[in-house]
């Protein structure tokens, strides 16, 4: 929950004027995500005293996995449910392990045609081979766009630069495609 682009990120959207909620999950099984992320909704639609709207779900890798799976099981209910999905380094397979890439994409496939999704990856992430994830963003009926970091691992570092350079760049990337999709519904 602390890791350091979380928490910048986080920062920099209230900064920005975005209500922002992080939270963490102990365990690394994907069915045990999804429903934490189903209570963090379900508690925040409870709340009498404010009227939540234009809600982005996201995480950084194993949770950006849950979050595309909350906001496709969310619009089977109801079409407005998400505003967007933001991807921070999406696990589209283990390192090495090419194979298992449609199994990891299967929700990002089922999100609907009118859902935007933003995805921040590095040019050198491990865990996502470019000309597969190109292929899975191809076949995605969702508005995809990608940011991609130049030279960026899984964790969003890169040689040579400076942690918070980074971080500004990330952030303001998140920020500006958010302010777009707020726009196109106003």
């Known amino acids: 929950m602390n890791f350091k682009h979380l928490v910048s990120l986080s920062h920099a959207l209230a900064s920005h004027g975005f209500l922002c909620l992080r939270f963490t999950c102990k365990g690394l099984n ?15 639609k409870s709340l009498q005293k404010f009227t939540i709207m234009r809600i982005f779900v996201g995480g950084r890798s194993m949770g950006c996995r849950v979050a595309a799976a909350l906001a496709r099981q969310l619009s089977d209910q109801a079409d407005d ?13 283990p390192p090495g392990q090419t194979h298992a890439h449609q199994k990891r994409s299967k929700d990002l496939r089922g999100l ?9 990856s590095g040019t050198q992430d491990n865990m996502c081979e470019r000309v597969l994830f190109d292929g899975t963003v191809k076949a995605m009926k969702a508005q995809a766009d990608v940011f991609w970091l130049q030279g960026g691992n ?12 980074v971080l500004d760049e990330v952030n303001s990337g998140i920020i500006d495609w958010m302010r ?7």
């Open 30 to 44: 994907l069915t045990y995500r999804l429903k934490a992320y189903h209570a963090v909704w379900d508690y925040l």
């Open 81 to 93: 449910a998400v505003q967007g999905v933001i991807c921070l380094s999406f696990p589209l397979h």
């Open 112 to 120: 609907p045609q009118k859902m935007p999704v933003l995805f921040v």
């Open 154 to 165: 899984h964790g969003l570092t890169v040689k040579g630069r400076s942690e918070d350079s």
């Open 180 to 186: 777009k999709q707020t726009e196109q519904i106003i």
